[in-house]
């Protein structure tokens, strides 16, 4: 009896075990986004601020540069 709920547990882990590194491998390849491009202001007038689009600051009015 001992020995069967042993092998049965041992079983239940395996399959577990088998079942994350499954799904870990999926949700790597689901995570990669294509990355949109940033824009910022040379002269850093909102510090560290991006943008989605290009166009100029609205602050000092200098046209926004793609962040490499």
């Given at each position: 009896?001992?020995?069967?709920?042993?092998?049965?547990?041992?079983?239940?882990?395996?399959?577990?075990?088998?079942?994350?590194?499954?799904?870990?491998?999926?949700?790597?390849?689901?995570?990669e986004q294509v990355v949109e491009a940033a824009?910022?202001?040379?002269?850093?007038?909102?510090?560290?601020?991006?943008?989605?689009?290009?166009?100029?600051?609205?602050?000092?009015?200098?046209?926004?540069?793609?962040?490499?």
């Amino acid at each position: 009896m001992k020995k069967q709920i042993l092998k049965l547990t041992m079983i239940a882990l395996f399959s577990s075990a088998i079942f994350v590194s499954c799904s870990s491998e999926q949700s790597s390849e689901s995570t990669e986004q294509v990355v949109e491009a940033a824009y910022y202001c040379p002269m850093k007038c909102e510090g560290d601020k991006t943008y989605k689009e290009e166009g100029s600051c609205p602050v000092c009015g200098m046209d926004l540069v793609e962040k490499e």
